[in-house]
């Protein structure tokens, strides 16, 4: 299993357009990856849905995973993503 962390940049946290953001570049690069933060249950990162039910706030740290053995670099990008402030744009 590769894990990385990651925390939330953006000012509302993973909220509406944050979180869709975040799901869509999930998609697009294609590896199952699941994010929890804090004691909740892991949640499938490409589920709009799932996401937003964690309820991260900004500075909130989420953990990201995958089985994927090729899946390194996705979850290196995909951390590196979250801590962008997508709401500054």
Same mark, same amino acid.
């Given at each position: #299993?590769?894990? *990385?962390?990651? =925390?939330?940049?953006?000012?509302?946290? /993973?909220?509406? *357009?944050?979180?869709?953001?975040?799901?869509?570049? +999930? %998609? *697009? /690069? &294609?590896?199952?990856? #699941?994010?929890? =933060?804090?004691? !909740? !249950?892991?949640? @499938?990162? *490409?589920? #709009?849905?799932?996401? #937003? $039910?964690?309820?991260? !706030?900004? &500075?909130?740290? +989420? =953990? /990201? $995973?995958?089985?994927?053995?090729?899946?390194?670099?996705?979850?290196?990008? /995909?951390?590196?993503?979250?801590?962008? @402030?997508? @709401? %500054?744009?």
């Amino acid at each position: #299993m590769i894990t *990385r962390t990651a =925390t939330i940049a953006s000012s509302v946290g /993973l909220h509406a *357009r944050p979180a869709n953001l975040f799901v869509q570049e +999930v %998609a *697009r /690069l &294609g590896v199952p990856v #699941m994010i929890h =933060t804090g004691g !909740k !249950k892991p949640v @499938d990162a *490409r589920s #709009m849905l799932g996401v #937003m $039910t964690l309820g991260a !706030k900004h &500075g909130d740290i +989420v =953990t /990201l $995973t995958s089985e994927d053995a090729g899946a390194t670099e996705a979850l290196e990008s /995909l951390a590196a993503f979250l801590e962008i @402030d997508h @709401d %500054a744009a």
